[in-house]
Structures are given as C-alpha cells and as structure tokens.
C-alpha cells in the first residue's frame, strides 16, 4: 500500500511562525516619565524570572519588572 509523503510545507511554515511568536515575556526597565525599556526577550517565564533575579543582584538600585511583550513588528494591522 503506497504511502502519502506528500505534506503541506505551509503548515511547518506556520508552525515555526507560530513558535517565532512565543518570545513574549521580557524584562523591562522602568525609567521614571519615559517609556520602559526593552532589557531582553525570553520564550519561558522560568527563564525570564532568572535573568531577572541576576538583574537585581548585578544592578540593585534599578526597577525592573518581567512584563508581556506583543513586539508590534510582528502583530497583523488590518
């Protein structure tokens, strides 16, 4: 019995967009009358609450805050 290898490449194509897009949780810091600045970008919250915790001990007298980043480059405008 033949089998299909035949497989839509668009659907890899969205799964590995899809993935791109999981890079949400960021550290931020937060600067008094100005935007928060973008420190960096993690796919996993564990590791962005590390990054944070070496932040603080590294940086103590800075205010940072892990925040949900929808980076708007990549966002769908209609």
């Known amino acids: 019995m033949p089998q299909n290898t035949d497989y ?3 659907t890899e194509n969205q799964a590995k967009a899809y993935r ?3 890079n949400a949780w960021a550290i931020s810091r937060i600067v008094p ?3 928060p600045v973008i420190v960096a970008r993690f796919r996993s919250r564990s ?3 590390g990054y944070l915790r070496h932040l603080r ?3 103590p007298n ?3 805050e892990i925040i949900v980043d929808y980076q708007r480059d ?5």
């Open 8 to 10: 839509d490449s668009t």
């Open 57 to 59: 001990q590294v940086i």
């Open 47 to 49: 590791d962005a609450d």
């Open 74 to 78: 990549e966002a769908v405008m209609p």
């Open 62 to 64: 800075t205010s940072f």
């Open 20 to 22: 791109k897009r999981l």
């Open 33 to 35: 009358n100005m935007e």
